[in-house]
């Protein structure tokens, strides 16, 4: 199994790709609308054309989600904070805000997300659409705070939706890939601003594995990195000033970052990644999770050591009911494998692909994988459910490329290939 | 203190190029790890005042070249670079035969060496390149 390194000419030149360059689309138009009319009117004229329309947050996602040769549509003029209730522990955003805009003006007005993920270049309805988390056994993914908002249907037509009309919409919006409408504007329930304290330690894999389930019980948000090439652990543990695992019970580790900030600065600090790398993660049951993270550990070791140097990552997050959740109604933990943007990653992938499937794995709707909707519909026990609220929504198939139809309607009389 | 003595002591030892055509990272480890895992490792000293930049490039037998691998090390330091341990701007590939080409701004000294644990009598090599 030797890889090969791909040569710059594979990158072709292309009107849109996302982070890592691994997907291109090159479509008729990329357009910015200024306001919700506008974007009713491209979603109207692309209709009657029978135009695909595409809406693109960061371009973050390693799957085709955003692909298509019609019309890719960009809100990043529409960004901000709509309304806020300090009170409540609400506010509105526009839907095209990054995280990391969203952190700072949320934080100005004494407000916070519960949790984030590593980055915070997303945009909120971006990291909503594909399911987005960060790590921690009492935090759902980041669109667990989604309480309504609005959205331009598959017509052009406006439709708002909140948690007391319309939970059923509001389960299906929460993870949605685009594919029910375009938000505008989300609404969220939020938190009170606070200080994170950040600390990793440097360990191996043989000193810290019967620690992790107390690490996971003791900390906010507690992750962990493993390196393929040595065996050796990055523990990363984020709570409330003096929180956590006492230093004293981690003498098997080494501290290397010891930071207190606003819980937004905790974020972007990581957001100076320069190299370039795709992602295949899965979401297992969290009470197989370290089984199945040591067979995967095994088999990297085994086959991949020669080819992959980037670590796998290890998170755990809450359940939660919204339709096509990898976390719907289990606890989970998610195991990712990473590889160079440089390097071929599919090899290394479909052979670690199978092993997460044997643990019922829901693959993260952002990342590599190879499902398709006969495999997507056996996890999701309210799969068809979405499936007729996105078809109510978008009756013509407006947001729909030959990838979404594979992944959510057909899977069998595809011809995508893995993407 | 003499004169010559002062002067060993202002000019820092080394040289600016070095190449060791003798890389392989073995796949294979025995023991526990991570001390026991096979690899090869640079060891740099930087002698002199000035913050030493260093691109090493690796250069396999099929006439691919992996990196150039940006590193640093600090005035009056020494540093250990396991190649294993390399990933920006991708990881090199292992059990491949190789040679390591470091250039640095200012002169460094260079010794390369390999852990070989494929079998459980473990070996250890080290050498130093060819610096100019
Ligand atoms: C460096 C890096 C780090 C990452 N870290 C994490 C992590 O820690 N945790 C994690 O879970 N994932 C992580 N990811 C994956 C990433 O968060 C997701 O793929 C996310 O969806 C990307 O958000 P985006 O704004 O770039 O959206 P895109 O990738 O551009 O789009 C994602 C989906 O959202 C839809 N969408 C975008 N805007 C709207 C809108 N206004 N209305 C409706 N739908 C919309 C798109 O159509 C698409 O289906 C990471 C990715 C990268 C590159």
Redesign the pocket.
């Known amino acids: 199994m030797t890889q090969d390194i791909l040569d710059e000419d594979d990158h072709e030149e292309a009107g849109w790709e996302?982070?890592?360059g691994s997907i291109t689309a090159d479509p008729d138009e990329i357009l910015e609308p200024e306001t919700e009319s506008e974007l009713q009117d491209i979603v109207r004229r692309c209709a009657d054309d029978g135009t695909t329309v595409?809406?693109?947050?960061?371009?973050?996602?390693?799957?085709p989600?955003?692909e298509t040769d019609g019309v890719i549509?960009?809100?990043a003029n529409?960004t901000g904070l709509v309304d806020h209730d300090p009170d409540a522990g609400t506010a509105t955003l526009y839907?095209?805000t990054?995280?990391e805009e969203a952190g700072t003006e949320l934080h100005t007005r004494g407000l916070a997300f519960p949790n984030?993920?590593?980055?915070s270049?997303?945009?909120?309805?971006?990291?909503?659409?594909?399911?987005?988390?960060?790590?921690g056994p009492e935090f759902g993914?980041?669109s667990s705070v989604l309480t309504g908002g609005r959205?331009v249907t598959g017509t052009g037509e406006i439709r708002e939706f909140n948690a007391e009309d319309n939970p059923d919409l509001l389960r299906a919006a929460k993870v949605?890939?685009?594919?029910?409408?375009?938000?505008?504007e989300?609404e969220l329930d939020l938190q009170d601003t606070y200080k994170i304290q950040r600390r990793e330690y440097c360990t191996n894999w043989r000193e810290c594995k019967e620690h992790i389930p107390n690490l996971i019980e003791e900390n906010r948000n507690f992750d962990f990195y493993w390196y393929p090439r040595s065996d050796e652990v990055k523990l990363r543990l984020l709570n409330g000033p003096g929180g956590g695992t006492d230093h004293d019970d981690l003498e098997y580790a080494t501290l290397v970052e010891n930071q207190t900030g606003w819980w937004q600065e905790t974020i972007p600090a990581h957001?100076d990644?320069g190299r370039?790398?795709d992602?295949m993660?899965y979401a297992v049951a969290r009470e197989n999770g370290l089984e199945c993270f040591e067979k995967a550990r095994e088999r990297v070791r085994e086959n991949w050591r020669k080819d992959v140097g980037w670590r796998m990552?290890v998170?755990t997050i809450a359940p939660d009911e919204a339709m096509l959740s990898t976390e719907y109604d289990r606890e989970a933990m998610?195991i990712s494998c990473i590889q160079n943007a440089d390097l071929e990653h599919w090899p290394y992938f479909t052979d670690m692909e199978p092993l997460f499937r044997e643990y019922d794995g829901r693959p993260?709707?952002?990342?590599k994988h190879t499902l398709r909707a006969a495999e997507l519909e056996e996890l999701y026990p309210e799969w068809e459910h979405f499936q007729e609220i996105r078809r109510d929504l978008d009756p013509e198939g407006v947001?729909m490329t030959d990838y979404?139809e594979a992944l959510l309607e057909d899977g069998s009389s595809s011809e995508v290939e893995p993407t | 203190m003499t004169d010559s003595d002062s002067e060993t002591d202002e000019t820092p030892i080394g040289e600016t190029r070095w190449v060791i055509p003798g890389g392989h990272v073995p796949t294979g480890s025995t023991g526990p790890e991570p001390e026991m895992v096979s690899h090869d490792k640079l060891c740099v000293l930087n002698t002199g005042p000035e913050m030493a930049t260093l691109e090493v490039t690796l250069r396999y037998g099929d006439g691919h070249e992996a990196g150039p691998y940006p590193l640093s090390v600090a005035s009056e330091r020494v540093r250990h670079i396991r190649i294993n341990d390399l990933i920006d701007p991708y990881a090199p590939p292992l059990g491949r035969d190789y040679a390591i080409v470091v250039e640095s701004n200012v002169p460094v000294v260079v010794q390369f060496s390999r852990q070989d644990t494929r079998q459980a009598e473990n070996a250890t090599l080290s050498t130093m390149g060819y610096g100019e």
Do not use: C, P, Y
């Open positions: 996302n982070w890592s595409r809406v693109a947050g960061a371009g973050h996602s390693w799957t989600v955003v549509v960009s809100l529409m839907a095209g990054t995280l984030l993920g590593d980055v270049m997303q945009t909120v309805a971006g990291a909503f659409g594909t399911g987005t988390h960060g790590t993914n980041l959205l949605s890939l685009g594919t029910l409408g375009i938000f505008t989300i957001d990644i370039e790398f992602e993660e990552l998170r998610t993260h709707w952002g990342k947001f979404l």
